[in-house]
């Protein structure tokens, strides 16, 4: 039984929709820090069916609709994909966000010109978590080997990991800012418990909160999550195969 939400709106800053769909798993699969592709299956009609129901759910209030599915948008089947499309069509969607992992940045650039061809807008969120290259790749294992400015020459938002061991208010604070100074928009993820080798780090979350985080509420450009289901959708689910 999947119970996870899957659907929500999100009313403050960059105001949205946002829809969690399921895919075939991110194919990446080695990041120390995350599970989340734990949320797939391989039975491509279940997804489907799945999608569907959460996509009817979207009204079109913002005009703007985030998609996300515990990997990136090329995991999602083609069915399910064409289904995003008549949403966008049915509900006027302008802007629609999707995420991607650095090794599938050649998909992107046909993904835009895909859905500007019917006037959508598409704006690509990627996992960076760090722009600490040594942390993120040796001890991270994250799989993105470029410097901010490649990075921004394929994606338009980032998203940044922090309570992390080893990290201090400094480095945190560099990595916003260098992610705003790249990117048109900043979400910092903070680390929560999860089945994978590396866990948070309860100081430096309490660092975060007391001496990094008092900047970046009231900024426009930054999410901050302190929990991962603070966009309203997540939770647990034991549907996958």
Known sequence: MDE??????????????????RGRGCRWRRCRFCDYH???????????????RQLARVSGLYRRLEVINSGSFVDLDPETM?????????????ALHFECHWVHRQEIAPLKARFAAQG???????GVETFDALFRES????????????????CDEVCLLQGLPGQTAQSMKRDIETGLAHFERVCVNIMQKN???????????????????????ENPRVDILLNNTDFGVGGFSNDAQ
């Open 38 to 52: 734990l949320d797939f299956s391989l039975d491509g009609q279940a997804n489907l069916a799945l999608n569907r």
């Open 82 to 94: 064409a289904e995003i499309e008549a949403v966008c069509r049915q509900k006027q969607i302008a």
């Open 139 to 154: 001890y991270l294992d994250k799989g993105v080997d470029a410097d901010p400015a490649q990075i921004a020459a394929y």
């Open 4 to 21: 996870m939400e899957r659907y929500s709106v999100i009313p403050h800053k960059n105001p949205r929709e946002i829809v969690l769909l």
């Open 195 to 217: 089945t994978k080798p590396i866990q948070p780090d309860p100081a430096v979350i309490q660092v975060f909160r007391r001496q990094v985080a008092p900047f970046y509420w």
């Open 120 to 126: 959508v807008e598409v704006k690509i969120k990627i």
